[in-house]
C-alpha cells in the first residue's frame, strides 16, 4: 500500500482524524467551520502508528533533504515526533517553543544548534503554516539553515503553499486531505452525498463560515 494511504487509514482507524457532517462541524480558533478535526498527539498512544510515522518520515527527509544535519521539533506536537526520528538518523535534536521562556535562559529553543548544519523541521500538522513558520523564523534568527519543514498531515490549503513559497522553504507531508478523505468514504466515515462539499472546503475552507 502506499504510505500516504497507510497513513491516512491508521489515522482514521485510531481517531487522530475526525470527520463530521456537514450539519455538525468543528470550530477551529481562528474562527474556520470545520468537517474535520486532526489531533496526532494520539499517536504517540499506538507504537505501531508512531513507527510507521517515524519511519515514514526518516525515508522522506533521507531522500529529500539528504543534507540534513539536525531534526527540530515544534512544540508541542512536533517534538515526540522529532525524538523518534533523530534516534533512528542518529543525528541531534532541538526543539522550537512558541515564544522565548519568560524565566531562566529565555530560550525558544532548547538543544544545541551545531554551526554548519543544516535544519529540517518536523510538524505534527500544517493548517495555515502559520505556527511552522514561525518556529522556521526562529531557527533562522538563531543562525540555523533550514533545508525543509515536514509534517504528517496538511489540509492541503493554498495559503500553505503560497506562504512557503514567499518565504522560499521547501515542505513535504506524509498525507493529506485529498489522500484521506476517499479513503474515509471507503471506510463508512463519510457519506457519499457529502464528498463534493468536502472536497470544496479544502480548496475553501471558509464555506461553511457565516
Known amino acids: 500500500m502506499d504510505i500516504s494511504k497507510e497513513i491516512a487509514r491508521k489515522?482514521?482507524?485510531?481517531?487522530?482524524?475526525?470527520?463530521?457532517?456537514?450539519?455538525?462541524?468543528?470550530?477551529?480558533?481562528?474562527?474556520?467551520?470545520?468537517?474535520?478535526?486532526?489531533?496526532?498527539?494520539?499517536?504517540?498512544?499506538?507504537?505501531?502508528?508512531?513507527?510507521?510515522?517515524?519511519?515514514?518520515?526518516?525515508?522522506?527527509?533521507?531522500k529529500e533533504f539528504p543534507e540534513a544535519g539536525i531534526i527540530a521539533g515544534t512544540a508541542t506536537a512536533g517534538i515526540p515526533h522529532a525524538a523518534w526520528v533523530s534516534q533512528k538518523m542518529n543525528l541531534p535534536m532541538v526543539y522550537v517553543r512558541s515564544s522565548a521562556k519568560g524565566h531562566g535562559k529565555q530560550n525558544q529553543i532548547e538543544g544545541r544548534l551545531f554551526k554548519g548544519k543544516k535544519v529540517v523541521l518536523i510538524e505534527d500538522l500544517l493548517s495555515t503554516g502559520g505556527s511552522s513558520m514561525k518556529a522556521v523564523k526562529a531557527l533562522r534568527e538563531a543562525g540555523a539553515d533550514v533545508i525543509g519543514v515536514v509534517a504528517i498531515f496538511s489540509y492541503n490549503f493554498k495559503k500553505v503553499q503560497d506562504l512557503f513559497n514567499e518565504e522560499n522553504v521547501e515542505y513535504r507531508t506524509l498525507t493529506n486531505y485529498d489522500v484521506l478523505l476517499p479513503i474515509a468514504a471507503e471506510m463508512g466515515y463519510v457519506k457519499e452525498e457529502e464528498l463534493e462539499l468536502l472536497k470544496q472546503w479544502s480548496k475553501n475552507p471558509y464555506i461553511f463560515t457565516k
Open 11 to 62: 489515522l482514521l482507524e485510531i481517531q487522530a482524524v475526525t470527520i463530521k457532517d456537514t450539519s455538525n462541524l468543528f470550530t477551529w480558533a481562528s474562527g474556520i467551520k470545520s468537517p474535520i478535526y486532526c489531533d496526532n498527539r494520539l499517536t504517540m498512544s499506538y507504537p505501531e502508528v508512531r513507527n510507521t510515522v517515524a519511519e515514514a518520515f526518516r525515508k522522506v527527509i533521507e
